[in-house]
C-alpha cells in the first residue's frame, strides 16, 4: 500500500476515532443525567443534543467538558503506550495511531484557546457556565503548548523511526 493511501486512512480513522471518543464522552454524560435528547449529524460533524433546561449549569459546564477531558485522557494513553505502538508491524496501524496522536492532542486544546472565537461557542458556552473564559483559554493554550513539545520532542522521533525501520 502506497504512503499516500496510508496517510489518507489515517486521518480518516483519526478523524472518526476524533469523534467517537469526544462525542462518545458527551454521550455518556448525557446518559447519566439523563438528559440525552438526540444525536444530530451536521455536514461532517456530529453534535450530541440534550435537554439542557432540565440540567443545572454545573451539569451543562461538566457536559461540555467532558468531550475535552476524554480525548485528553486518550491521548496521554497512545503517549503512554506509544514505544508498543511504534513496535507493531502494520504502517496502516501505525499511522491511524500516528494521527490520532496528533488529532486527539490538538484539535480541543486548539479549539478551546483560539478557534472557539471564530467558529462559534460549543463546548466554550458550558465550560464557561464553570469558569471564566480568560482562564479556560489560557488552560487550553498551556495544554496546547506541552502537547506541541511533547509531539515534537517524544512522538515525533518515535514514529519516525518506526516509519523508516
Known sequence: ????????IGIIAAI???YIIHEGAHLLVAFYYGVFKQINFMGLGVQV???HTLMTDIQM???????????LVFS???????????????????????????VMLL????????????????????????WQEWFVRALFAGIGI??????????LPKYTKSFSD
Open 146 to 155: 506541552v502537547h506541541a513539545l511533547v509531539i515534537f520532542r517524544y512522538l
Open 107 to 130: 484539535l480541543d486544546p486548539l479549539y478551546l484557546s483560539v478557534l472557539c472565537g471564530f467558529f462559534g461557542g460549543g463546548d466554550m458556552n458550558g465550560i464557561l457556565l464553570l
Open 1 to 8: 500500500m502506497s504512503r499516500s493511501v496510508r496517510q489518507y
Open 49 to 51: 443534543d440534550v435537554y
Open 16 to 18: 472518526i476515532i476524533y
Open 76 to 102: 496521554w494513553l497512545l503517549i503512554i503506550f506509544c514505544k508498543p505502538i511504534c513496535s507493531v508491524k502494520s504502517k496502516v496501524f501505525r499511522t491511524i495511531a500516528w494521527y490520532t496522536s496528533l
Open 61 to 71: 459546564g461538566i457536559f461540555c467538558l467532558a468531550g475535552a477531558i476524554a480525548t
